[in-house]
């Protein structure tokens, strides 16, 4: 009986020790080349760079000021295709530094960009001015900035009705524009020129009612 158990135990030991030289190693399914390693890291580095470099034109906060408190909180409803990290959010976030305080409007086929917004607590207001500012201090983007634009509210009904044409004047910085009290649910901002280029810039965008600007009776 003790001879047949070695033995058992002697044939175990030997089938465990081919089995493990046997069996074959653990391969990865996908080789990843060094090469594509270091591309990847360059390739990152390189975007942060970019962006380090493109926001470097001006100082932080020394473009052209900061948004207003006393502008309404709006919210993005609906909007044409913007470049990555430049969407239509960045226009109404109060940041107008760099690529994160700005909107880069995409141009398809020369149709004209543009933005429905409305308030934050979805509720309409009498509106009678707004300001906008597209110098966000990012280099060589003055091909983009905005030339001239189109402003139409709806109302209950959800009829727009045009309330505003007109051009920017003094290039990229604060520009203030007023109109005859409406009343507005949703604000459409349409972005006309430039129109020959694929992108058109912008960098802030905010709405004023008759309270906000002292004018209440």
Do not use: C, H
Not at 96 to 119: K, Q
């Amino acid at each position: 009986m003790g001879d047949n158990s070695k033995k058992l135990v002697e044939e175990k030991q030997e089938f465990d020790k081919n089995g493990l030289e046997k069996a074959p190693k653990w391969q990865p399914k996908v080789k990843i080349k060094p090469w594509l390693v270091l591309l990847i890291i360059v390739l990152v580095i390189g975007f942060f760079v970019f962006l380090a470099w493109q926001s470097s034109n001006k100082e932080k906060g020394e473009v052209y000021g900061v948004t207003t408190a006393d502008a309404e909180e709006l919210i993005l409803v609906n909007s044409t295709k913007t470049r990555f990290l430049e969407p239509w959010k960045n226009v109404i976030d109060g940041d107008v530094d760099g690529f994160f305080g700005t909107t880069l409007a995409r141009v398809v086929l020369r149709n004209r960009p543009y933005a429905v917004f409305e308030f934050k607590d979805d509720k309409p207001r009498k509106i009678s001015r707004i300001r906008i500012m597209t110098d966000t201090g990012l280099r060589k983007r003055e091909r983009y900035f905005l030339e001239s634009f189109s402003l139409y509210v709806a109302n209950k009904s959800g009829n727009y009705e045009r309330v505003l044409d007109d051009a920017i004047k003094n290039g990229g910085g604060w520009q203030t524009y007023n109109f005859p009290e409406v009343e507005a649910r949703l604000i459409k901002l349409i972005l006309n020129k430039p129109i020959n280029k694929n992108w058109i810039q912008i960098g802030e965008f905010e709405v004023y009612t008759q309270s906000e600007l002292g004018l209440d009776d």
